[in-house]
């Protein structure tokens, strides 16, 4: 427990350190047309090491747009993103990304251990620590007895679990997640909340999350971030300093949530 306070207190407290991922001036436009509307537009964001962020924004703002900026796979055209005090370019050692569309990020011809194993390859590590590091991460999703079957034998829920394991055993200082459970039936969907929570808290983690969820954002995070309508940018920053660890039942219910919730619902109706 006194871990989780600490934690909370150096995502969201006074004399916070400076912080792991960094977004200034954040300025991108599809096309490269000269006059163009930008999607994103001048967005600034600080995100403390050990936080977890999620960012809630209307349908079509450019959530997904902003995260895969922040990744370094769409080139923005102006601003900047710095992970670590390092200017971000392109694909970054230090962030490691879950997507939406888990069955399109793995590879259905490898087994579950495979496609973990995938990302490792590009690092220099030893035969030993990469065994090592499969291991620790199917074994953190409930998935290590699972690790010689191949995606398709497996439920949506658990693919996406082995998409959480490759990012864990590539160990980045950021955990970039867009709807990560958006694909999943409801139950699947609280379970996998609840344990990308169970994660970030043994794991000294940072995430940023992207939701369409209200409810999961506040569920989940430390802050939530509200995005405007297109162009994005922020125009609200909420602190959730609801007790953890967290509960789907109790968590719910507290008044604090339901307050969260309804001021981001103004924010964005």
Known sequence: ??????????????????????????????????????????????????????????SGCGKTTLLRSIAGLAPHDAGEVRVCGKAVHGPSRELAVVFQEYARSLLPWSTVEANVRLPLKYLPLSRAEVATRVKDALQAVGLWESRGKHPWQLSGGMQQRVAIARALAYRSEVLLMDEPFASVDAQTRTDLEDLILKLWEQQDMTVVLVTHDIDEAVYLADTVVVLSTSPARVI????????RPRDQIATKTDPEFAEHRARIFELLK
């Open 236 to 243: 609200e920053q909420r602190t959730v300093s609801i007790a």
């Open 1 to 58: 427990m006194n871990r989780l306070i600490q934690k909370n207190q150096a995502a969201t407290g006074p004399g916070e350190p400076p912080p792991v991922l960094e977004v200034s001036g954040l300025v991108k436009s599809f096309g490269g047309a000269a006059g163009e509307a930008p999607v994103i537009d001048g967005l600034d964001l600080r995100v403390p090491r050990g936080a977890f962020v999620c960012v809630v924004g209307p």
